[in-house]
């Protein structure tokens, strides 16, 4: 009887382990794909910036040539 009771106790306590490992394996799992979906976020906010400022200078760029083609030409023209 003593061993049997042993048996159960032994196994109560197994089961708990059990249960609170998963628990843990559970919530790291969530955690590390909410930190995957915040990297996502920034990563895509951060290619978005860089879109915006790459097309900023293309068209100042072409503003600047296009006025100093101007200037070139009233110089020519007069």
């Known amino acids: ?3 049997q ?3 159960v106790a ?3 306590m197994f089961m708990s382990d ?3 490992a998963q628990t843990i394996q559970t919530t790291t799992a969530m955690e590390a ?4 979906m ?3 976020k920034i990563m895509q906010d951060t290619q978005t910036k860089i879109f915006e400022i790459q097309q900023e200078v293309t068209v100042n760029r072409a503003k600047t ?6 200037k070139w030409d009233d110089y020519i023209k007069s």
């Open 10 to 12: 032994q196994f109560q």
């Open 38 to 40: 915040e990297r996502w």
């Open 5 to 7: 009771a042993n048996s």
């Open 1 to 3: 009887m003593i061993g």
């Open 33 to 36: 794909q909410k930190q995957q």
């Open 18 to 20: 059990y249960q609170q």
């Open 65 to 70: 040539q296009d006025k100093m083609f101007n």
